[in-house]
């Protein structure tokens, strides 16, 4: 879950399914000393480097999101994941070898419509960052635990705009101070996205393939991201996975449980919400199988310090021939 709609999905992996879960709470921007578009930043990461920010944003304004925003990301240092959970939404910004550019007017206009939609999303508050561990909005030189020895980025220039352009725009917008000359009839909304009661509905897929462990272990799934719901949220998703390479009599569960995102441990008073023994019905040697899980037609609430995830197991008789994930969706509901 958590990547932004504006951006382009370029996902690192297996970054974004093995790192840790955060709490966003904060908003820090970057400059990478190097002019690369959005794919070129994507590329670097995945092909020279395990580090990695959340966006990259190019000089034209071309976004991409390489990770999600509820998992850890490496930019900030000792803000990357904090020991109670939360951390900072990174972005590498296109700049010359100096970072001594300012921003292009593009660039600034993505970097406002990002802070605003984290706002919205993740409750990060409108106010820049007075500490180092205070949820709210910044630039990397802003506080020495942001980084590792000090740094300059993202450079004079991009201080000033950040504080005379960017951030401020960031709270008019996300106020509701800006006009909305397209129904002048509509009063301005007073209160934030974040209040706002409506449910919002679930739509993920992820095409990736996958080898589930031979012996029938579990295997953690992504969807978007490999947290389906944050903590605190209210839901009813129901995931589906579509598997092949099974044999006659293989067992196939699916379930969801919700992980603590400090210790890791996962939580077992999530009942098993689909096991069944494969009957081939035909004399095929394997076929394919879709297997829906469903949690749940009553809401429920993520707990706290917590996030819900989804697990997949399949074993062959013998537990020797692996089975295979070819495609996940999820579908629902949060925030009911
Ligand atoms: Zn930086």
Redo the contacts with the bound molecule.
Sequence with gaps: MAWYPAATRMELQPESDAQAAIRPTQF?????AAPWTARRTYEFWRDSTNLESHFGLGYAGDLGQFIGTETRAD??AGANRRPDGTGAV?I?TASNLQHSDPWTDEQVEALIELGVWLHQRHGIPLRICRTHDDPGYG???LHAA??TGG?A??GDARVRQFKEAVFPEIVRRATGAAEEPDEPEQPAPTTPALEDPVAIPISESNPRAAQLPADGSWLDIAMADAVLVGPGETYSVVAAVQIDGLQQHAKVQTRFYYRNQQTGDRSYFLPMTHEVVFEVDDDRETVEFNTIVVHHPLTHRVPDGHDLRVQVSAKNPGGVAPAYIRHRTLHGLRGI
Excluded: D, G, K, L
């Design positions: 820090i921007v970057h400059s990478i930019a900030n990174s590498e630039y990397h030189r942001w980084s740094t980025c993202p």
